[in-house]
């Protein structure tokens, strides 16, 4: 069997056993093109000549479907790096690192520190804990020497029982 490429340039001769009743996916060997194709000598056999007109008429055409061809990937021989890639200048250079060496180390101090967001929870929380033991410790003398503290004192610590309760029954609920 002899197909032609959908471009009209390459003829490809092959077995008439390789392409079955259902179509199959051919590629041209010169400008890539893909396409469906049909058996030829099976579509020749079952339509005969006066036949064509009514099947024609009643069934619209066939079209095969094309695919652009794809570029051809050209090869790049790879040369062998001359720079060391954990080395510090191509480090620092590409992605912004720098190692620490003995000049860095005078640097140090001047840089600022921070606690970070969640060191400074803590802090805090550790801070008021700190306080209202302090307070708890110290109920009586303030009292003594400011008695209008009293209630408001009262209710800090009835506040704080309440949470610790909230904590509590949240923690063995689950």
């Known amino acids: 069997m002899i197909i032609t490429c959908n471009c009209g340039l390459k003829k490809f001769s092959l077995p008439d056993n390789s392409i079955p009743a259902a179509g199959r996916m051919v590629q041209c060997g010169s400008c890539g093109l893909k396409w469906k194709q049909f058996p030829v000598s099976e579509i020749k056999k079952t339509q005969p000549v006066a036949s064509v007109k ?19 990937k050209k090869t790049k021989v790879r040369k062998s790096r001359e720079i060391n890639l954990y080395s510090p200048e191509y480090l620092a250079k590409k992605h912004g690192i720098k190692l620490n ?21 803590l802090l ?22 400011l008695p209008f503290t009293e209630f408001y004192i009262d209710y800090f610590f009835e506040s704080m029982r309440n949470i610790f309760e909230i904590w509590k029954n949240l923690i063995t609920g689950y």
């Open 101 to 121: 060496n003995d000049n860095d180390k005078k640097t140090l101090p001047r840089s600022k520190v921070s606690f970070g967001f969640y060191n400074s929870l």
């Open 54 to 72: 009514k099947i024609v008429s009643k069934t619209p055409k066939i079209q095969q479907k094309t695919q652009v061809p794809k570029k051809a």
């Open 124 to 145: 805090f929380i550790v801070l008021i804990i700190f306080l209202s033991r302090g307070l708890y410790f110290f109920q009586d003398f303030v009292v003594q020497k």
